[in-house]
C-alpha cells in the first residue's frame, strides 16, 4: 500500500451492486477520501468490500521540500 492509505473492509446486503458502488465512491469522494481501489465481490445479497482509500484532510499528499545547501 501507498504510505499514509489504509485499508477498509466490510460486508453489506444489497440488491443493487451496480448501484452500491457508485454511492459508496461518491460518499468516499464528498468526504475529502482519496480512493486508491475499491474491490466488491458479491455472493447473493452479500456483498464483501474492500477500500484503499487515503484521508486527504488529515494525512494529505504532500511532496517533501529538498534543500540544497
Given at each position: 500500500?501507498?504510505?499514509?492509505?489504509?485499508?477498509?473492509k466490510?460486508?453489506?446486503f444489497?440488491?443493487s451492486?451496480?448501484k452500491?458502488?457508485?454511492?459508496?465512491r461518491?460518499?468516499l469522494q464528498?468526504?475529502?477520501f482519496?480512493?486508491?481501489?475499491i474491490?466488491?465481490?458479491n455472493?447473493?445479497?452479500?456483498v464483501?468490500v474492500?477500500?484503499i482509500?487515503?484521508d486527504?484532510?488529515?494525512h494529505?499528499?504532500?511532496?517533501k521540500?529538498s534543500?540544497?545547501?
Open positions: 500500500m501507498l504510505g499514509n492509505s489504509r485499508a477498509l466490510i460486508n453489506v444489497t440488491t451492486f451496480d452500491y458502488e457508485e454511492q459508496l461518491n460518499f464528498i468526504n475529502n482519496e480512493i486508491i481501489d474491490k466488491l465481490c455472493a447473493g445479497l452479500d464483501s474492500l477500500i482509500y487515503r486527504l484532510l488529515h494529505p499528499f504532500k511532496l521540500n534543500h540544497l545547501t
